[in-house]
């Protein structure tokens, strides 16, 4: 795994992309893939249809300097694939502490790319964190393989507000301890 800096984020290196910053250029792939329900539905944040201007505020806001939500975007260019195969993300939460979330586009599902992702930004741990939590919507099952992959540790069950679904909607939340 290779890390640089770039624009005071790091940029990560996995095996099989990069985890980059958000760019201006992602903007349009990142409409497309968001708005697919099957990707909305399967966040608590993306809304379904997408209205006019959501993506490029979400652009604006992961892009500026004191963003509290960092985002990468899971590049795999460098095996010729597309530049944005998804997006992963840390928000901080308190002091030392994050909420991972992560969407990949459904022509990469199954395919390992996003425990790849979380691996590598749990490797990196670029914010220092020693908590990271994470929330899955219980309908979306390989989610939560990829989390419990990844060395997350179920906590119990809750429930998350789906912007999308326009609903209330079960939840399993994960911890992972970083060491």
Same mark, same amino acid.
């Given at each position: 795994?290779?890390?640089?800096?770039?624009?005071?984020? *790091?940029?990560?290196?996995?095996?099989?992309?990069?985890?980059?910053?958000?760019?201006?250029?992602?903007? $349009?792939?990142?409409?497309?893939?968001? $708005?697919?329900?099957?990707?909305?539905?399967?966040?608590?944040?993306?809304?379904?249809?997408?209205?006019? $201007?959501?993506?490029?505020?979400?652009?604006?806001?992961?892009?500026?300097?004191?963003?509290?939500?960092?985002?990468?975007?899971?590049?795999?260019?460098?095996?010729?694939?597309?530049?944005?195969?998804?997006?992963?993300?840390?928000?901080?939460?308190?002091? *030392?502490?994050?909420?991972?979330?992560?969407?990949?586009?459904?022509?990469?599902?199954?395919?390992?790319?996003?425990?790849?992702?979380?691996?590598?930004?749990?490797?990196?741990?670029?914010?220092?964190?020693?908590?990271?939590?994470?929330?899955?919507?219980? *309908?979306?099952?390989?989610?939560?393989?990829?989390?419990?992959?990844?060395?997350?540790?179920?906590?119990? *069950?809750?429930?998350?507000?789906?912007?999308?679904?326009?609903?209330?909607?079960?939840?399993?939340?994960?911890?992972?301890?970083?060491?």
């Amino acid at each position: 795994m290779t890390i640089q800096n770039f624009h005071h984020q *790091d940029i990560i290196a996995s095996e099989r992309m990069v985890l980059r910053p958000v760019r201006l250029s992602d903007t $349009g792939l990142f409409a497309m893939y968001t $708005g697919d329900p099957r990707v909305a539905e399967a966040t608590s944040s993306i809304p379904h249809p997408l209205p006019p $201007g959501a993506t490029e505020a979400y652009v604006a806001r992961t892009m500026a300097p004191d963003a509290v939500e960092r985002a990468w975007v899971m590049d795999g260019t460098g095996i010729g694939l597309p530049e944005v195969m998804g997006v992963i993300s840390l928000k901080q939460i308190d002091r *030392d502490q994050a909420e991972i979330g992560y969407w990949v586009a459904p022509a990469f599902w199954n395919t390992g790319y996003a425990s790849e992702a979380v691996h590598a930004l749990m490797a990196a741990n670029p914010l220092q964190n020693k908590a990271i939590f994470a929330q899955v919507f219980q *309908d979306n099952p390989g989610s939560a393989r990829v989390l419990t992959n990844c060395g997350f540790a179920y906590l119990g *069950d809750a429930e998350s507000f789906s912007v999308a679904r326009n609903a209330r909607v079960p939840t399993w939340t994960y911890l992972r301890k970083m060491v």
